[in-house]
């Protein structure tokens, strides 16, 4: 059995440095996931007057209630999502005028639905170029609250965002979700701002929250589980293989951590304990038909393995893959084709054939760390699989590389 130790979750990092800088006090998080994406972060946390220092294995912030110190700065978001959905409403609690920018890639992602909900709560946003895109001005002045109705059908940063504005607010906020996707990260929001001090009710789909503020705390970062799909992936496909991910077991905040659900569906040996959780290769793959619309994140994973099962997989409820670093769903199927695999595809759901895939190819990643990281799992059974950007994979895990090959070489 192979223990592999995973890098700590980019969410739940992200939310804990929204938090933390929100809380009265200095809080420490501990474990946090070093990356791209949430260096961008905490640069942008820099940028906007807040004090963070960085050292091994510890991150500590010191929060301001109320909002940046700064009463002007220009944050660049680079590639990240939560960078570029949380800074500008974490700004908006402040008093100043902020402007946010990112990268190409994330120029092209939605923001309109928080736009909108911003300035529903009276916020003075204003997007430079294409509206409901960045570049954005963000005018504070705090924020009052109250209530207001939101569609988070194609995201659930939308709202999460908004939650964590909440406490931060003078009267608190109602927020009533007309659709929303990937609700399992809702839930790491609500108990992480719970955790932080917050009161946060849900009735229904109507969110209350409490205008308390945060009290800083230390705070531990649990192993990212989207990250640890690859490695599950890869111990179901290798005949006589296992895995274990310590740190990541019952108790677990991430949604994610069910792709393993998936898994025991397909054939794979699952083992969840309050420790940790095993996969082991039974030796067979089945197909499947799956509704990924709240591990959407793992959709590439399953897709990229799908071709080795006994039977065609489906994957269904995924429209929101669509509008993540690149088009995951077109993305996925344009590989698989090229590797001879017979897909189909719609609006939400790819269907893939089994098939064995064939090389050399090269996998054409649109910068999408996700698509590099799945289709190495291709790769173990495929030889002369590479990447047009290998690099990418600096957004969540800038060591996968090295310690997907250890594992693939450890007996």
Known sequence: MTVIDI????????RALFLAAAAEGTTTLLRPLVSDDTEGFAEGLTALGYTVRREPGAWHIEGRPAGPGADTAEVYCRDGATTARFLPTLAAAGHGTYRFDASA???????????????????????????GHHPLDVHAQGVKGGALTLDAGQSSQYLTALLMLGPLTAEGLDITVTDLVSEPYVEITLAMMRAFGADVRQDGRTYRVAPTGYRARTYGIEPDASTASYFFAAAALEP????????????????????????????????ITGAGTTVRSTGRLHGLTVNMRDISDTMPTLAALAPFADGPVRIEDVANTRVKECDRLDACAENLRRLGVTVTTGPDWIEIQPGTPTGPVEIATHGDHRIVMSFAVTALRTPGITF?????VKKTFPDFHRVFDTFVHTP
Not at 244 to 270: H, N, S
Request: charged residues 30%; hydrophobic residues 35%.
């Open 7 to 14: 890098p700590g979750s980019k969410s739940v990092t992200a």
């Open 105 to 131: 890639q994330m120029r092209r992602r939605p923001l309109g639905p928080l736009s909108t909900a911003l300035r529903d709560l009276g916020v003075d946003l204003r997007h430079g170029e294409r509206e």
């Open 240 to 271: 006589g293989r296992s895995v274990t991910v310590p740190g990541l077991g019952t108790g677990a905040l991430q949604g994610d951590l069910a792709f393993v659900d998936v898994l025991r569906r397909m054939g794979a040996d699952v083992e």
């Open 388 to 392: 047009d950007d290998p690099g990418c």
